[in-house]
């Protein structure tokens, strides 16, 4: 009690010596998404550094660690609505953006998710933006991909039912699959499984051309290990939860060819502008955050410094703080130059206008020793 | 006299409803196309493996039960641990000769305190020679050559002991004669306090257990035209939790050891009237079960191909699920509990593939059904060997 009548005097004092713009980020910094929670947080940090202050006042990143549990994101979305933020970047995935956008929608406070997919997100008010493509979008592309370039007619889809982003895209897989004519047969598994044995039995029988799994890797590396040991030398397809290093360092060998939808990276980006201002931030993060591993690189990095690029953008465009002058300024937001591309939130719910997705595949010969290959990228644009 | 007949009469309807659920499911295979021969082996070698491991763990549960009559929470913390300290083990050996100087003396002298006082050892030769076994043994097995899984296995089995009768003697042994809810609630606290200490130390990530072991050699075979598919761990699992069984009813039959723990799970004040050291009882009993639980953890990561600091939640629960379901406090229940739970997992997905999702519904429905007919357990009824 005492101590945080001490912290509360401090802050009061604090913020009278420096004016303050406080921004919270609130991300999987511990538990299952722990890796690309770190990722994206770099990104957020490094964008900060190239861009420290707004309005003549200094910038204070508010970092709160959601653990991976949708309590864990409620709790920091309340701590961000009584230390009074401008607005929040983050989460990274839709379960836990989606009780975090709740909060903070009915308390009027900004939401900007760097990487939630699923198209509820943005939908749940005005106030709640993101920095992706949704996941309609990405299961079309994934689908299309599966059915017409590889050639498969029958899939076997596998989705963790107890998450927003999984059990939504793999609906959006499936109906585009359907319509392209192919078969398909989805099989289901709750988080922290581990045995996909039983499952894996079950499509032995509709003897699928290739699979597609929309999950997570902390499920995704014991699924790839079983269903290679069982024998399935299909082509299997993921999405952008899997880029993460947990998957190849989490099963190894097994994960080697392994093609997955994903942020695009600077390579993949078509505009060549924005391409350019990609490889510039590339470099920035290479040179500050230290000891940073090449595979450490990737499309969160970029989406979580856009998501402070905007909000920052959008406080310099309004020429004050209040949220709600703000909010508009973003909301009317038309081609700002992103590290991440174009980004436009005119005449949208909150998501992007242009956005790239990247096809990757991963080439692991041992846990240590792996790197994704770029594919190819298709950009909103183009498909719609 | 009324007692075996309420048995005979209640092990009579056991037998019917379990003779309907063997029909229905012969209907179902029947129903179902595509499920070969072949696959009904894959699922039974599939769940057989499943269930050894949560009768490993489930033993760990039960013992702790029968001997304080607290559901030690940690357990599957305690599972956890196991799996990590092998995967340093062979991971990080050969460790340079001082490093590994100084890991032996910590962990051979831990060790080897925990062994004296476990196990009566005030003979100076014994001891001496014990001593030298342990020393010489970790030292030599930590200088010389990447640790392989069985060399792994039984150094995280021994740490993990070690491990488990430290948190007994931290946590609960404070607490010994203090109503029974503070040491439920200080068990849940441990259990919290082992799984973010495994995040800050361990770190938070999921790390791959690719222990490239002859475990992992496929070794499939076919029945008619189908294959199969078939790795080492299938069978070295239900091998080596069978041995494990057999030394652990040896101990508990045929040892002073053993008749001690019989003696303190049947009445700890009288056991100690008796001139039973109900102590040293129960550190053991804590010993036994985490080396347990150890040997469950590291082949459930050889089995499943990773770790992370949150993995022994779920195994857990399971586990104490299977406790109960055989009747916990009791050995061969805990092994019939986690041997059903397996099967239920596996064939519950096979046999109705759209519930895929809710396989851990079924397994807590059996829960509640068996608390309801049968509130000790399916072998909780015979409380004579209840360690």
């Known amino acids: 009690m005492r101590k945080s009548l001490l912290l509360a005097v401090l802050v009061i004092l604090g913020s009278f010596a420096f004016a303050q713009v406080k921004i919270g980020v609130n991300l999987e910094l511990s538990g299952r998404f722990a890796a690309i929670g770190n990722q994206t947080l770099n990104g957020i940090k490094v964008a900060h550094m190239q861009m420290p202050k707004v309005l003549g006042q200094e910038v204070q990143l508010v970092i709160c660690d959601d653990e991976t549990t949708r309590e864990g994101s409620i709790a920091c979305a309340q701590r961000f609505v009584n230390e009074g933020v401008v607005g929040v970047l983050g989460a990274i995935s839709s379960s836990m953006s ?3 956008a709740e909060v903070l929608q009915d308390a009027g406070i900004i939401m900007i998710s760097t990487s939630s997919t699923n198209p509820q997100t943005t939908q749940i008010g005005d106030y709640i933006f993101r920095m992706a493509y949704t996941d309609d979008f990405q299961g079309k592309l994934a689908a299309a991909y599966v059915v017409k370039d590889l050639g498969a007619k029958r899939v076997a889809i596998f989705r963790q039912i107890d998450d927003d982003y999984s059990y939504g895209l793999a609906g959006f897989f499936d109906a585009t699959a ?20 039983a499952q894996l039995n079950n499509i032995r029988g509709f003897k699928p051309d290739a699979i597609y799994y929309s999950g997570f890797c902390a499920e995704g590396a014991p699924f790839m290990k079983q269903l290679r040991e069982q024998g399935f030398t299909q082509q299997v397809v993921g999405a952008d ?20 939808t994903g942020f695009a990276t600077p390579n993949l980006i078509p505009d060549p502008e924005a391409k350019k201002r990609a490889e510039a931030f590339k470099a920035k993060y290479f040179a500050t955050i230290k000891n940073a591993k090449p595979g450490d690189f990737n499309g969160f990095v970029l989406a979580g410094a856009d998501s402070y690029n905007v909000l920052v953008a959008a406080i310099k465009k309004a020429g004050t703080t209040d949220v709600k002058a703000v909010r508009d300024a973003l909301a009317n937001m038309e081609h700002y130059p992103g590290v991440s591309g174009d980004i436009t939130y005119k005449g949208t719910d909150g998501t992007p206008k242009d956005r790239t997705i990247g096809f990757y595949q991963y080439k692991v010969k041992s846990a240590n020793d792996w790197k994704k290959i770029e594919l190819f990228g298709k950009s909103t644009a183009e498909v719609q | 006299m009324a007692a075996s007949k309420i048995t005979s009469r209640s092990t009579i309807i056991s037998l019917l409803i379990g003779a309907v659920f063997v029909v229905l499911l012969g209907a179902r295979i029947n129903s179902l196309e595509n499920y070969t021969f072949a696959r009904v082996v894959q699922d039974f070698l599939n769940a057989l493996t499943l269930g050894s491991l949560y009768a490993l763990i489930a033993l760990g549960y039960t013992m702790v039960y029968g001997i304080i009559r607290l559901i030690n929470f940690a ?14 083990a062979m991971t990080l050996t050969p460790l340079p000769w001082a490093i590994s100087l100084l890991v032996t003396i910590i962990l051979g002298g831990t060790v080897l305190l925990v062994l ?11 001891t001496f020679a014990l001593s030298l076994i342990i020393f010489g043994g970790t030292f030599f097995l930590l200088t010389f050559r990447k640790l392989g899984w069985v060399e792994g296995l039984t150094l995280s089995m021994l740490a993990t002991g070690v491990a488990g009768v430290l948190l007994e003697a931290i946590a609960y042994k404070p607490l010994r004669g203090a109503p029974r809810e503070s040491m439920l609630i200080t068990a849940i606290a441990a259990s919290f306090f082992l799984q973010n200490f495994g995040q800050l130390v361990f770190g938070a990530r999921v790390r791959g257990f690719n222990a490239q072991t002859i475990l992992n050699k496929p070794l499939n075979f076919h029945i008619g035209p189908e294959t199969v598919y078939f790795t080492g761990i299938l069978v070295v699992v239900p091998l080596i939790t069978a041995l494990l069984l057999w030394v652990l009813n040896l101990f508990v039959s045929r040892t002073r050891l053993g008749k001690a723990m019989r003696a303190t799970a049947q009445d700890a004040e009288v056991a100690q009237m008796m ?12 010993f036994i079960g985490s080396i347990l639980a150890a040997a469950a953890g590291v082949m459930y990561a050889i089995r499943f191909g990773q770790i992370h600091p949150l993995m022994g939640l779920m195994p857990g629960i399971k586990a104490f699920t299977a406790a109960v379901i055989g009747g916990i406090g009791s050995l061969p229940g805990a092994v019939l509990g986690g041997l059903l739970l397996g099967f239920i997992e596996i064939y519950v997905v096979s046999l109705f593939p759209t519930l895929s999702a809710y396989k851990d519904v079924f397994a807590f429905v059996l829960l509640i059904l068996i ?17």
Not at chain 2, 77 to 83: A, P, Q, V, Y
Not at chain 2, 278 to 286: D, G, P, S, W
Request: include cysteine.
């Open chain 2, 371 to 387: 608390l309801l007919f049968r509130p000790s357990g399916l072998v909780g009824e015979d409380l004579t060997e209840k360690v």
């Open chain 1, 241 to 260: 939860a899997s880029d993460d290093p947990q998957c190849p360092e989490g099963a190894g060998a097994a994960f080697d060819g392994w093609i997955f």
């Open chain 1, 178 to 197: 359907k319509k392209l004519g192919a078969k398909t047969l989805v099989q289901d598994y709750v988080a922290n499984t581990v045995d996909f044995t």
């Open chain 2, 116 to 126: 004296r006082s476990l196990f009566n050892l005030e003979e100076p030769k014994r």
């Open chain 2, 75 to 88: 357990h599957g913390e305690i599972f956890m641990l196991g799996s990590y300290f092998a995967f340093y």
């Open chain 1, 98 to 100: 989606i009780p975090a």
């Open chain 2, 275 to 286: 001139g039973v050291n109900v102590n040293q009882v129960i550190a053991l009993t804590f």
